[in-house]
């Protein structure tokens, strides 16, 4: 095509009065150079918290985090994961999600531990995945002729994610390139079917459509405008009448946004919980670009809703992967419950909005999520995740799919893992901020540009009491914020021995003083056992201390399951736990406690004693076992 002035180009446009839709058609056809569209956005959104520099943990946590570096994410057959990449043949399943999901897996885990021998492994993984590019830009495992189609685009989007995570960590502009071709041959692809991503795939074109978080990384790096444009597109299509309504629809429960389909597992299904949450973190992304409110305000609106119609007392939600509005079904046996793609990606929601905001509820979230829902699905050994994690029965190892010697789960549980530490302790513009609360070490920066260390000494959530002191050059005035957990309702602050006042559940405590070396902190977190009661006729309870929500396991000892049996409480209405005398092994907490079972006898009953673990040791042992984290409770006629 002979090369057109761009006045003649807009006056052939005004002539034929193309709308918005075919406009971005054209440009995606390179008719128009994007410079005609303006430069960066006007408005670039900055996070209010931001990564460390470098991260130690000890303790349990630490031990989980170095079982799976070396027992998933070095164990990974790399070549298994490129060779669907080179063969190009498939028309349906999800092989090419595995190696981003491993991938961005792997780039956490070095940025948590960076050695050279992962290092190593990173650089071959990309060098072959790039290896595989066609020469129209094309990373993918599809055959030509179902391009677009099933899978396609989702796996696309896991090879962008892989190649910009790379470029983020060493600056190779080979995967930055990659990573546009990619793009670039995505848009393409769709100009030359019908342009329209959202009736690509399943759910609503959600799948598909989640590559909104990938081009809107690509777009922050290269300034690009056409990438922008293509980010603002999948936007749009969201609001029609074929996508899933993202914006419009974000005030309605996530389970009822749609009729329920008559194929679950299809285009018309809207409540896919894992990919809808994907799609908002890349609202988030582009929201961070262009500063348009109401993007932030729907990811804002459906995590609160998620959080108050879905989220269990274990983290996570989800049943046969849709949204069902589950958190009232919590107590009742559920199919395929809780999986752990789930999991992760609501815990990664999460942390978007925390790093965005600075409130303390998004941290409440991820921390009540790994501790019980994210921790439970890992295999002690860190080799294997369970798919799904109910709240009673079995802790059982996902199927293999696609071929691919693994299943979802197992490559996306390690995101969850190491996504974690990276929050833990964070920097601000004017000091430094504390999430969770881990035995290790935490390197980062000062608002004057220091390097300093953050100490923190603790068993937590063993124990409640947290030490923590800075190594910092030289003084320096800053403020320093560490969360109250939502259900520490008793919590005690010091800095120096002296008290700090207004210590508030559910916020941050921020002091702000001269900092210099050596100044200690000491936090007291309330860690007396709690019940939460769920249901009214029948109603049950749950006994949590902490973050951590305790649980039956038919290794321990105690009556049988089934056993209706009333917490006996103290007069402040907790219930008191004794740390276990002869604790079972591979059991990472075990407490006693007395209840009050049902008595067959007119004299009333002997309190008895349970033991309960931790609901991540619940199933999870060398030896099977059964768990239950409801204990069904006495119905009263008296009450009705």
Known sequence: MEELTKKTKMKQLKKYKLNTFLLWRIVLWGLIPTSLFGGKPVTEKVDRLHYPDAIKIMGVVGQRLDASYEHRILAQDVDRLVAPFEQRTETRCW??????????????????????????????????????QTSDG?????????RLEQWDIWGRKYCMLGLLDYYDLTGSKKSLRAAAKEADNLMADLAKKDGIIVTKGNYRGMAASSVLEPISLLYARTHERKYLDFAEEIVRQWETPEGPQLISKASVNVAERFPKPQNWYSLEQGQKAYEMMSCYEGLLELYRLTGKEKYKEAVEKTWQNIKDTEINIAGSGAAVEMWFGGKAYQTNAINHYQETCVTVTWMKLSHQLLRLTGKAKYADAVEQAYYNALLGSMSVDGAQWAKYTPLAGERLPGSEQ??????????????????????????????????????????????SGQKAVLYQQTTYPIS?????????????????????????????????????????AGDYVSVERVWKEGDQLELQLDMRGRIERFGQHPQYVAVCRGPIVLTRDSRLPGPSFGTVAAPIMNKEGFIELKPAQSPTEDVWMQYTALFLPESYKEGGPQPIEMTLCDYASAGNGKDKSVFQVWIPQLIDPKEL
């Open 464 to 504: 409640g009491k947290i030490a923590l002191h800075i190594e910092l050059p030289k003084s320096e005035k800053m403020k320093v914020r560490l969360r109250i957990p939502t259900w520490s309702e008793q919590s005690a602050l010091t800095v120096n021995g002296e008290i700090v006042k207004e210590v508030k």
């Open 402 to 447: 696609c071929g691919m010697g693994l299943n979802c789960c197992d490559a996306s549980g390690p995101r969850g893992l190491f996504n974690v530490p990276l929050h833990a302790v964070m920097r601000t513009a004017d000091g430094l901020t504390v999430n969770y609360f881990m035995d290790g070490e935490f390197k980062l920066s000062t608002p």
């Open 138 to 146: 094309y990373i993918g495992n599809y055959a030509d002729s179902s």
């Open 95 to 132: 092989q090419s999600e595995f190696w981003g999901k491993w991938f961005t897996s792997a780039v956490l885990a070095y940025r948590y531990r960076p050695e050279a021998r992962l290092k190593a492994v990173l650089d071959d993984a990309v060098d072959k995945l790039i290896a595989t």
